[in-house]
């Protein structure tokens, strides 16, 4: 038995000792947690306004704009979310509240 643990994010595989771990039980490296807490904000591609983050189960934060109410993923992050469903199972991703979020019914 293996002593590494994946971050949720990046998937590499760490110490636990190198990790930080969320109330929810989501596990991050040091530079995916910096990433998460530091990512700055983002203009709408459409309507060309400050975007605001929100955070999807602790894993992800997606921009929605308050507009046109478009969502926009960073890179690999919906590649997470599915990930995440997968580990968890869908039926209990959707009770994060990650189903919802995303305007999807169980």
């Known amino acids: ?3 590494d643990y994946n971050c949720a994010r990046c998937g590499l ?3 636990w000792e190198q990790l930080i771990q969320t109330p929810m039980g989501n596990l991050f490296c040091v530079d995916c947690w910096q990433a998460f807490k530091n990512e700055p904000l983002r203009k ?5 306004i400050d975007m605001k983050k929100e955070v999807v189960a602790e894993i992800i934060q997606v921009d929605r704009c308050t507009i046109c109410g478009g969502i926009w993923f960073d890179k690999n992050e919906l590649k997470v979310v599915q990930e ?7 039926r209990e991703a959707a009770s994060l509240g990650v189903l919802g979020f995303l305007g999807l019914r169980v």
Request: proline fraction near 6%.
């Open 1 to 3: 038995m293996s002593d």
């Open 13 to 15: 595989a760490f110490k």
């Open 44 to 48: 709408c591609p459409v309507d060309n």
């Open 84 to 90: 995440q469903w997968k580990e968890t199972g869908f």
